[in-house]
T-cell receptor, first 115, second 114 residues
C-alpha cells in the first residue's frame, strides 16, 4: 500500500513535444505529491509539488494534474527542450502519522528530448 | 541559499576501511536525511534526523552509523562495508520533518567499495 507506481520507464520525444509521466498510489493518507528531476551525477531537485486539495498546478512549462478519486497524478512538460532530458521521479508522503517526512518514490522515468 | 553540500564527491574504500561522509546545510532546516541510490533506481531512505535526534532508521545495517553533531551538520560513518554498498549516497534537508515537505538534496557522494 506504500507503493507509488510510475510509468513509463523511459520516454523519447522531439523538441517541442509534450511528454507526460503518470503515477498512481494506493495509500489514501498521502497528502503531498512532489516531482523531482535528476540529472546524471547530481542529486534530485524539486520541480513542482501538489497537495490533494487542487486538481492542477502549473509552474512555468511544468504542470501537475491530480485526480484524487482515481489516486493518480501526472507531470506534463510543455514545449520540451533537450535540456529537459533527465530522470523524473514522482513521490508521495504523508505529512502526519508516524512516518511523516518519509517520501515514497516512484521508479523513475528517463526522459530524452531530441533536438 | 537553498544549498546542501556533501563531501567528498567520490570515495573509494576497501572492506576493512573506516570512512565518513559529511553533509552540511545553512538553511535553518531542522530535519536531515540520508538516502542511498543505486543506478537507475529511486533514492531509498536510510535515516532521518529531526531536531538533531534520530527519528527514522529504515533497518539499515550497523556498518552505517549516522551522526548529527548540530542542526547544520550530518555525518554518515562507514565501517566494514560490502561491495553491494557501492552507490550514490544523498543527503537532504527540509524545514522540519513533516512540515514544509520540500526536501532539498545535495549532489551526493559516489561510493565504491572494493
Amino acid at each position: 500500500q506504500q507503493q507509488v507506481k510510475q510509468s513509463p520507464q523511459s520516454l523519447i520525444v522531439q523538441k517541442g513535444g509534450i511528454p507526460i509521466i503518470n503515477c498512481a498510489y494506493e495509500n489514501t493518507a498521502f497528502d503531498y505529491f512532489p516531482w523531482y528531476q535528476q540529472f546524471p551525477g547530481k542529486g534530485p531537485a524539486l520541480l513542482i509539488a501538489i497537495r490533494p486539495d487542487v486538481s492542477e498546478k502549473k509552474e512555468g512549462r511544468f504542470t501537475i494534474s491530480f485526480n484524487k478519486s482515481a489516486k493518480q497524478f501526472s507531470l506534463h512538460i510543455m514545449d520540451s527542450q533537450p535540456g529537459d532530458s533527465a530522470t523524473y521521479f514522482c513521490a508521495a508522503s504523508n505529512t502526519g502519522g508516524t512516518s511523516y517526512g518519509k517520501l515514497t518514490f516512484g521508479q523513475g522515468t528517463i526522459l530524452t528530448v531530441h533536438p | 541559499d537553498t544549498e546542501v553540500t556533501q563531501t567528498p564527491k567520490h570515495l573509494v574504500m576497501g572492506m576493512t576501511n573506516k570512512k565518513s561522509l559529511k553533509c552540511e546545510q545553512h538553511m535553518g532546516h531542522r530535519a536531515m536525511y540520508w538516502y542511498k541510490q543505486k543506478a537507475k533506481k529511486p533514492p531509498e531512505l536510510m535515516f532521518v534526523y529531526s531536531y538533531e535526534k534520530l527519528s527514522i532508521n529504515e533497518s539499515v545495517p550497523s556498518r552505517f552509523s549516522p551522526e548529527c553533531p548540530n542542526s547544520s551538520l550530518l555525518n554518515l560513518h562507514l565501517h566494514a562495508l560490502q561491495p553491494e554498498d557501492s552507490a550514490l549516497y544523498l543527503c537532504a534537508s527540509s524545514l522540519g520533518q513533516g512540515i514544509g515537505e520540500t526536501q532539498y538534496f545535495g549532489p551526493g557522494t559516489r561510493l565504491l567499495v572494493l
